[in-house]
């Protein structure tokens, strides 16, 4: 059953059965009704893509570098008509290069793609981020100062987590890691819960390597990462990429959410990407694109 709040609203929204539908209720009750004047009770709206893997180079497998340009151009074109309130990109942006200068020509040209989008934008560091590249490059590229941090947009919480760390708590770069040691650091931890802690708002993660498997996918110390994400209980999902195809997983009542990867196979007909509504009751709603699956979660 609608509320009076629904009717309101749906009535402002479109004039033309605006006389009909507001007999419903009060004129009053429409003035005063706060979901009007209020902003924080709209839904905030990210776009998301994952696993670009930008590179002027052959395809290798089923990863087509080249292709994700074009591809983001389209992703582009719909988030410009559904106006997300920011977006970000879950991790391996770019793939290898020979050179460090060479690199940051590929970072140079997604980037500018992915920039003309909107200003507010957020990146995971992924391990194809920092092959090539030290940490402290691909930040200055994309002009980001901390590979993990947090923020709120309308009344959510929102977390970038970094996984780009060694068993020994070294940070990739430059080639120096194993792909599949992925972890959380130490002070990076405390960091997040501490974080966690100081925050009684709904909260969103975003990170690369996945945090709901044990495999040579998962982050190694994820089991960790969770246990913090459960006793805030105030997660609601955490997205993720670096295994390229959809997956879901929902473990201690938190929804892990693996994106499609942009790289994979030819032709638009194998593009991927999101665009997600976070309502103020913590109704959140997936619109995939081509590839990627949609999901509704209340
Ligand atoms: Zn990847």
């Known amino acids: 059953m609608l509320n009076p709040h629904d009717i309101g609203r749906r009535t402002f929204l479109r004039d033309g059965s605006l006389v009909l539908a507001a007999t419903a209720i009060t004129p009053s009750l429409l ?13 905030v709206r990210v776009g998301m893509v994952t696993d670009l893997h930008y590179a002027d180079k052959s395809p290798a497998g089923s990863r087509h570098y080249r292709e994700s340009i074009g591809k983001l151009e389209t992703a582009s074109e719909q988030f410009a008509r559904d106006q997300p309130d920011f977006l970000v990109e879950l991790g391996d942006f770019i793939d290898a290069a020979d050179s460090v200068e060479v690199e940051q020509r590929y970072l140079k040209t997604i980037n500018k793609e992915f920039a003309a989008i909107t200003d507010d934008r957020h990146y995971v560091l992924g391990n194809h981020c920092v092959d090539t590249l ?10 980001k100062e901390d590979s993990y941090y947090s923020f709120d947009r309308q009344g959510i919480h929102f977390i970038v987590l970094d996984s780009c760390f060694r068993s020994d708590g070294e940070s990739y770069g430059r080639r120096n890691f194993q792909w599949t040691d992925a972890n959380v650091s130490a002070e990076e931890l405390e960091w997040l819960r501490g974080d966690l802690k100081s925050n009684p708002k709904p909260t969103v993660v975003f ?7 044990s495999n040579y996918h998962g982050v190694k110390n994820n089991a960790e990462v969770r246990k913090a994400f459960e006793e805030s209980g105030n997660v609601l999902a955490v997205f993720q990429g670096h295994s390229h195809q959809n997956d879901l997983k929902d473990i201690g009542g938190i929804h892990y959410c693996t994106l499609a990867a942009m790289v994979e196979g030819s032709g638009p007909e194998s593009n991927g990407y999101s665009l997600m509504d976070i309502h103020p009751d913590g109704t959140i709603q997936i619109k995939g694109f081509v590839r990627q699956a949609s999901y509704q979660w209340t």
């Open 134 to 143: 030290t940490k402290e490059e691909f930040l200055a590229g994309v002009e």
């Open 31 to 43: 003035i005063k009704n706060p979901s009007f004047a209020d902003d924080s009770a709209k839904a």
């Open 207 to 213: 990170a690369h390597q996945r945090l709901d498997v």
